[in-house]
């Protein structure tokens, strides 16, 4: 009697060990793979330099010089027209230099930018519309 | 006030960010991209015409202070049990854009700090120009050490990342624009010198990668990768609008077979005929935007020399395919700028030199076969059918890199454009042999190069 009741308890342990230690039931118990976590990592977006700060807005176009600034790219000889002849709708008096008056455009390199300001300054320009990007 | 197309927003914002403005800009985007497209219909420009007014006098910038932003030092990320929490961290880099969907290594304090070991460098100093574009996130010590971190990476490979680094952002390469660009071009990094035989760079069979024996190709390029897209914000839709984005998991990083080309005549490595000494440790970067491969053995040539002149015929073939028409047009006259490279099986260069050739005779010889007539380059759109033909002029140079196993092969790295390419130096730590012994004893002896 006493052996059958040792082999009872002992195949009772091994059933409850293969039942702790199946996939399934490792899943299900959080400590079977350790206890709560916490990384602290790294935020890797580091840092960035802001040594420009934008322009302030101009509070009406009228009277204002607005100047075209072109990539000579993706239809900015259809796009400046229509958006010239819209500002002025709405401001009479804004003044518009088109982008072929400017003589020059806004590609990225550094005699284009001796250029650029340049123009800028000799058009008297007190707001760019820069296009088009892509 | 800046103009751009739906989509390209994000990449816009970018390019002001890195102009050193901040994270913000008056740009309309709600305009679609058809509205771009040649005769397209411009009343979606009409109708918001007050988007552009409000751009000009009403919108304000929220930045108001030069300075540098930080944006925070260390990230919590919390789990039931370690690999939960490694998953929820996988998570977090993917909605914030910086993962790629490969498990991150959590960039813990142990492990960068054991990173920072491979330089003698201090974590904030700024590695070349000090910015990785087009967004222009700082381009520092620590920022390379979190990345190779994150990458798998370990110490002794960080030499060769800030290096990389160094030479990508150098002003003349602008990679801003080929890392932005729709042409889906990938950073080409190709190192030189003794550390070829002390970090494990593929350089032989499957040197594009990834190759178990030689792991560094692949984490220094996932490194780079993590940079571009997290410092340099080219997040395919956003900061970058490559089409197709070709290897862009792992960029291609490798060393040259120098031990495959080392006796012969008139074959240099690509760090000495770009002015360096052998001893140098260098890093050669320059952007292609697509590899192609090139089989020498189903040449039908009566005798081996004209194969070998076939072979090169079909190698121009392969390299002038892509739009090298400033190359062709107008005179080069930087030095430094490429058209492509060729990446040659040591075979192939034994192969070459055995019948004559050098790497100066094979490029000459090459840029006089990628010269297509006007007649083509009208037939492909390339020129202005109503103009008058010019003279066409040899492309530049190419560059030629001894790279890949035994086969007699080649493989035409397209150019970018004529691209710049630039090279920097790979600066040592005092500690770099206990580096080396250290990883031996991690990852075993460098494995041997098959049939040397």
């Given at each position: 009697?006493?052996?059958?009741?040792?082999?009872?308890?002992?195949?009772?342990?091994?059933?409850?060990?293969?039942?702790?230690?199946?996939?399934?039931?490792?899943?299900?118990?959080?400590?079977?793979?350790?206890?709560?976590?916490?990384?602290?990592?790294?935020?890797?977006?580091?840092?960035?330099?802001?040594?420009?700060?934008?322009a302030?807005?101009?509070?009406?176009?009228?009277?204002?010089?607005?100047?075209?600034?072109?990539?000579?790219?993706?239809?900015?000889?259809?796009?400046?027209?229509?958006?010239?002849?819209?500002?002025?709708?709405?401001?009479?008096?804004?003044?518009?230099?088109?982008?072929?008056?400017?003589?020059?455009?806004?590609?990225?390199?550094?005699?284009?930018?001796?250029?650029?300001?340049?123009?800028?300054?000799?058009?008297?320009?007190?707001?760019a519309?820069?296009?088009?990007?892509? | 006030?800046?103009?751009?197309?739906?989509?390209?927003?994000?990449?816009?914002?970018?390019?002001?960010?890195?102009?050193?403005?901040?994270p913000?800009?008056?740009?309309?985007?709600?305009?679609?991209?058809?509205?771009?497209?040649?005769?397209?219909?411009?009343?979606?420009?009409?109708?918001?015409?007050?988007?552009?007014?409000?751009?000009?006098?009403?919108?304000?910038?929220?930045?108001?202070?030069?300075?540098?932003?930080?944006?925070?030092?260390?990230?919590?990320?919390?789990?039931?049990?370690?690999?939960?929490?490694?998953?929820?961290?996988?998570?977090?880099?993917?909605?914030?854009?910086?993962?790629?969907?490969?498990?991150?290594?959590?960039?813990?304090?142990?492990r960068?700090?054991?990173?920072?070991?491979?330089?003698?460098?201090?974590?904030?100093?700024?590695?070349?120009?000090?910015?990785?574009?087009?967004?222009?996130?700082?381009?520092?010590?620590?920022?390379?050490?979190?990345?190779?971190a994150?990458?798998?990476?370990?110490?002794?490979?960080?030499?060769?990342?800030?290096?990389?680094?160094?030479?990508?952002?150098?002003?003349?390469?602008?990679?801003?624009?080929?890392?932005?660009?729709?042409?889906?071009?990938f950073?080409?990094v190709?190192?030189?010198?003794?550390?070829?035989?002390q970090v494990?760079?593929?350089?032989?069979?499957?040197?594009?990668?990834?190759?178990?024996?030689?792991?560094?190709?692949?984490?220094?390029?996932?490194?780079?990768?993590?940079?571009?897209?997290?410092?340099?914000?080219?997040?395919p839709?956003?900061g970058?609008?490559?089409?197709?984005?070709?290897?862009?998991?792992?960029?291609?990083?490798?060393?040259?077979?120098?031990?495959?080309?080392?006796?012969?005549?008139?074959?240099?490595?690509?760090?000495?005929?770009?002015?360096?000494?052998?001893?140098?440790?260098?890093?050669?970067?320059?952007?292609?935007?697509?590899?192609?491969?090139?089989?020498?053995?189903?040449?039908?040539?009566?005798?081996?020399?004209?194969?070998?002149?076939?072979?090169?015929?079909?190698?121009a073939?392969?390299?002038?395919?892509?739009?090298?028409?400033?190359?062709y047009?107008?005179?080069?006259?930087?030095?430094?700028?490429?058209?492509g490279?060729?990446?040659?099986?040591?075979?192939?260069?034994?192969?070459?030199?055995?019948?004559?050739?050098?790497?100066?005779?094979?490029?000459?010889y090459?840029?006089?076969?990628?010269?297509?007539?006007?007649?083509?380059?009208?037939?492909?759109?390339?020129?202005?059918?109503?103009?008058?033909?010019?003279?066409?002029?040899?492309?530049?140079?190419?560059?030629?890199?001894?790279?890949?196993?035994?086969?007699?092969?080649?493989?035409?790295?397209?150019?970018?454009?004529?691209?710049?390419?630039?090279?920097?130096?790979?600066?040592?730590?005092?500690?770099?042999?206990?580096l080396?012994?250290?990883?031996?004893?991690?990852?075993?002896?460098l494995?041997?190069?098959?049939?040397?």
């Amino acid at each position: 009697m006493k052996r059958l009741v040792k082999w009872l308890v002992l195949a009772s342990f091994l059933v409850a060990l293969a039942a702790v230690f199946t996939p399934a039931a490792v899943a299900q118990t959080p400590t079977a793979t350790g206890t709560p976590v916490t990384l602290a990592v790294f935020d890797p977006t580091g840092a960035y330099e802001v040594t420009n700060l934008h322009a302030q807005r101009l509070s009406t176009l009228n009277d204002k010089v607005v100047c075209e600034i072109s990539s000579y790219n993706w239809e900015w000889d259809r796009t400046f027209p229509v958006i010239r002849e819209l500002l002025q709708k709405q401001f009479p008096t804004v003044k518009v230099v088109p982008w072929d008056k400017m003589g020059i455009n806004s590609r990225e390199d550094e005699e284009n930018h001796v250029l650029l300001k340049k123009m800028v300054a000799e058009k008297g320009c007190q707001a760019a519309i820069i296009g088009n990007a892509g | 006030m800046i103009l751009t197309r739906q989509t390209f927003s994000g990449q816009v914002l970018a390019a002001v960010q890195g102009q050193g403005f901040g994270p913000e800009a008056p740009i309309v985007t709600e305009w679609p991209t058809t509205m771009w497209l040649t005769g397209a219909d411009l009343t979606p420009l009409r109708e918001g015409i007050d988007k552009i007014v409000y751009g000009l006098t009403k919108w304000q910038a929220k930045i108001t202070q030069k300075g540098q932003i930080s944006q925070g030092a260390k990230i919590k990320v919390t789990g039931k049990d370690y690999q939960n929490a490694l998953d929820n961290l996988g998570v977090m880099f993917l909605k914030n854009d910086w993962g790629d969907g490969l498990p991150i290594v959590p960039a813990i304090q142990d492990r960068v700090d054991w990173i920072m070991t491979g330089t003698d460098l201090k974590p904030d100093a700024k590695v070349g120009p000090g910015k990785i574009l087009p967004k222009g996130g700082l381009a520092t010590v620590q920022a390379c050490a979190v990345a190779l971190a994150m990458a798998g990476g370990r110490p002794e490979e960080l030499p060769v990342l800030i290096a990389s680094v160094e030479a990508m952002t150098d002003p003349a390469a602008k990679h801003e624009s080929w890392v932005a660009t729709t042409r889906s071009a990938f950073a080409v990094v190709v190192v030189n010198g003794p550390i070829t035989k002390q970090v494990r760079l593929g350089s032989r069979y499957g040197v594009m990668g990834p190759i178990p024996k030689y792991p560094s190709s692949s984490t220094i390029g996932r490194a780079l990768s993590f940079l571009l897209r997290i410092q340099g914000g080219t997040v395919p839709g956003s900061g970058s609008m490559a089409i197709f984005g070709f290897m862009r998991h792992a960029n291609a990083v490798l060393a040259e077979d120098e031990f495959g080309i080392k006796d012969l005549k008139g074959w240099p490595t690509l760090a000495v005929e770009r002015g360096f000494k052998p001893e140098e440790n260098v890093v050669t970067v320059f952007p292609s935007v697509t590899a192609h491969q090139t089989q020498f053995h189903q040449a039908f040539g009566p005798t081996p020399d004209l194969e070998e002149i076939q072979f090169l015929n079909r190698m121009a073939a392969d390299l002038g395919a892509p739009g090298l028409i400033g190359g062709y047009i107008a005179e080069n006259k930087n030095p430094n700028v490429y058209s492509g490279a060729f990446m040659l099986s040591y075979n192939m260069c034994r192969l070459l030199s055995g019948m004559g050739w050098d790497k100066k005779k094979v490029v000459d010889y090459v840029r006089e076969q990628m010269k297509p007539t006007w007649e083509s380059l009208v037939k492909n759109g390339r020129v202005d059918p109503k103009a008058a033909p010019t003279e066409i002029k040899n492309a530049p140079p190419m560059l030629i890199v001894a790279g890949g196993d035994q086969g007699n092969q080649g493989c035409a790295l397209m150019a970018y454009g004529n691209h710049v390419t630039t090279s920097a130096k790979v600066q040592l730590p005092a500690k770099w042999d206990d580096l080396l012994k250290q990883a031996e004893s991690d990852l075993g002896p460098l494995p041997a190069l098959v049939n040397t």
